[in-house]
């Protein structure tokens, strides 16, 4: 594939088109503080929630009480097992969907376009309730062991084998990449039938509704040091993969007609497009169940503070899902401690209250 790139620049143009042109200038450099106050935020949110994280157990959010475990003999599993790698895990998982999220709104050319839309969702959860399902039916079988090794290795497995294979049945119903409508339409299709399948194999096998609903709603309680080894493993060459994209997709915000004739192969990009945002929402669905509103949520907040050109807009999209949801995850393990909320639900609320909030602001104006 050939691109074609613009001329480059002579030394000093920069300088004096800013020279010539003040007012851009002034524009140029109140948009890059915004950017900068928006990264020094996430940065400090992502820290506070880390050490929220910490504190919060069974008591609910309570720093006396982490001094209190840090004295103890337990300290080691409590914090270095439990609290450690669920925290880490919940930023990891947020920062996948926001990056996804950024990627399939630039994809689509739509701000309520979410990492969901191309099935990947209702294949993953297809995926566990089948695995649900095969262990309560052979569950005598299977034997102890077995179903140890289901509950641990299985379900992830299959949920993220079920999110690939749900967006690659939408490739293939929508013949590739080439018309993003064609694409959104059999996602939605995919989704609706994958659904339905899932929905069957509950009413075949009731004993797996307990376990889908729990994926479903999404919970990062089960993360350990090995999820979060691999999700960091997956998200950098995802988040590389993506930056490099960022030229192609700030040239698909002008239009297909104006991609194409800076020379991008539309059908390849998007292709690839396809290929990180699967990965990454596969990656963060098979590790923490559906997490509800984060990937929708992150690209908005980042374009309403500060937005800028997608090599910003990604990883800023990434790093406040990460900031989202280690809020999320505090909230939902201190709100009603020593019970705990499902994560996917908080987020649900918090972000269909923005959302609502959002609308309220523009319809008023």
């Known amino acids: 594939m050939k691109h074609t790139r613009p001329a480059a620049l002579p030394p000093g143009a920069g300088q004096t088109a800013a020279a010539a042109d003040p007012g851009t200038a002034t524009r140029t450099f109140a948009a890059t503080r915004r950017r900068r106050r928006l990264a020094a935020a996430i940065t400090l949110v992502i820290a506070l929630g880390l050490l929220a994280g910490l504190a919060t157990g069974s008591a609910g959010f309570s720093p006396r009480a982490l001094w209190a475990d840090l004295q103890g003999v337990d300290a080691g599993l409590l914090l270095g097992q439990i609290r450690a790698p669920r925290t880490l895990g919940a930023a990891l998982v947020g920062a996948l969907l926001g990056l996804a999220g950024a990627v399939a709104q630039g994809l689509f050319r739509n701000p309520l376009a979410d990492p969901y839309l191309l099935g990947s969702s209702a294949g993953a959860g297809l995926g566990a309730v089948l695995v649900l399902a095969t262990a309560a039916v052979g569950g005598d ?23 690939v294979v749900g967006v690659a049945l939408t490739l293939m119903l929508a013949r590739g990449a080439v018309q993003t409508l064609r694409l959104l339409l059999a996602g939605v299709v995919v989704g609706v039938v994958l659904g339905a399948v899932s929905d069957l194999i509950t009413v075949a096998v009731p004993d797996a509704l307990s376990g889908k609903q729990a994926f479903m709603l999404g919970s990062t309680s089960f993360l350990g040091w090995p999820a979060l080894a691999l999700m960091a493993a997956g998200l950098l060459p995802l988040a590389w993969g993506a930056r490099r994209l ?10 297909e007609d104006s991609a194409s004739s800076l020379g991008l192969d539309l059908g390849r990009v998007r292709l690839m497009l396809v290929l990180v945002l699967s990965l990454c929402t596969a990656l963060a669905v098979s590790q923490a169940g559906l997490v509800a509103f984060v990937g929708l949520v992150a690209p908005h907040l980042v374009r309403r503070h500060a937005p800028g050109p997608h090599a910003w807009l990604l990883l800023a999209s990434a790093g406040m899902g990460a900031a989202l949801l280690l809020v999320a995850d505090v909230l939902a393990r201190a709100l009603v401690a020593p019970e705990e909320l499902p994560v996917g639900v908080v987020t649900a609320v918090l972000g269909g209250v923005y959302l609502f909030w959002l609308l309220r602001q523009r319809t008023s104006l």
Do not use: K, N
């Not at 034997?143 to 079920?162: D, H, K, N, P, Y």
């Not at 030229?247 to 239009?255: E, F, H, N, S, V």
């Open 246 to 255: 960022a030229r192609a997709l700030d040239a698909l915000t002008l239009g």
């Open 141 to 163: 079988r299977i034997g102890l062991t077995g179903m140890a090794w289901i509950e641990r290795f299985g379900i992830v497995g299959a949920a993220f084998i079920g999110a």
